[in-house]
């Protein structure tokens, strides 16, 4: 196995803040974020109101490989989220 094979395999972690907008509410973003790209999701922290009438803000932990990674964070620029990198690089191991 080629190295750089195995530097895209192995597992790693990156911390993201999200804002959902308030016409995604009923849409599961999350859970598709897990079962479409095969990542691991940890809620840091939330704040979503249960009126539905504001944004909902997601402070979360995605662990994957690399690949699983980057695409999570294509699908949710796919769906036009604003998302900040907490980590300014992934985090190797776990």
Do not use: C
């Not at 895209?8 to 911390?15: A, H, L, Q």
């Not at 973003?29 to 940890?42: A, E, F, M, P, R």
């Not at 949710?76 to 690089?89: G, I, R």
């Amino acid at each position: 196995m080629a190295i750089s094979s195995q530097a895209e395999n192995r597992p790693t972690k990156t911390r993201i803040k999200i804002r959902i907008p308030k016409q995604l509410h009923e849409e599961p973003v999350i859970s598709h974020l897990i079962s479409q790209h095969g990542v691991t999701v940890n809620i840091a922290a939330a704040l979503l109101s249960s009126n539905g009438r504001d944004d909902g803000w997601f402070d979360l932990e995605i662990r994957g490989t690399s690949e699983q990674i980057q695409n999570a964070l294509i699908y949710l620029n796919e769906l036009d989220l604003e998302v900040w990198n907490q980590s300014s690089s992934e985090q190797d191991g776990w």
